[in-house]
């Protein structure tokens, strides 16, 4: 069984920072991209970040030069730094991730998501 489990939502003021982190656990072979999404109320859920195993990354345009993602692959982890939050970024924030299952092959798998609330 695989999981992600993501840490580090919560609620913070407009200009302020929060650090998401998400690890994979169970029994896999290799991570290959990493990333975040994110859907706020009302909304479709939307690509925030991703980035490969080699550490190329990608971002949505609103979150370029704010929100720096990293990965850590010997801990199967990765990070979503949030900073000068807006409160347009509140939403449920999910983590993504193509993990090899030996048997199974490739297959994409979910956190359950975190709350991040920017307070205006």
């Known amino acids: 069984q695989v999981q992600l489990v993501e840490f580090g939502g919560g609620l913070v003021q407009t200009g302020g920072s929060l650090r998401l982190s998400c690890q994979a656990s169970g029994r896999f072979f290799s991570i290959n991209g990493m990333g975040w999404y994110r859907q706020a109320p009302g909304k479709q859920r939307e690509l925030v970040a991703t980035?490969?195993?080699?550490?190329?990354?990608t971002y949505v345009d609103s979150v370029k030069g704010r929100f720096p993602i990293s990965r850590d692959n010997a801990k199967n982890t990765v990070y979503l730094q949030m900073n000068s939050l807006k409160p347009e970024d509140t939403a449920v924030y999910y983590c993504?991730?193509?993990?090899?299952?030996?048997?199974?092959?490739?297959?994409?798998?979910w956190g359950k998501g975190t709350l991040v609330t920017v307070s205006s």
């Open positions: 993504h991730a193509d993990i090899f299952k030996t048997g199974s092959g490739w297959g994409e798998y």
């Open positions: 980035i490969t195993r080699g550490g190329t990354p």
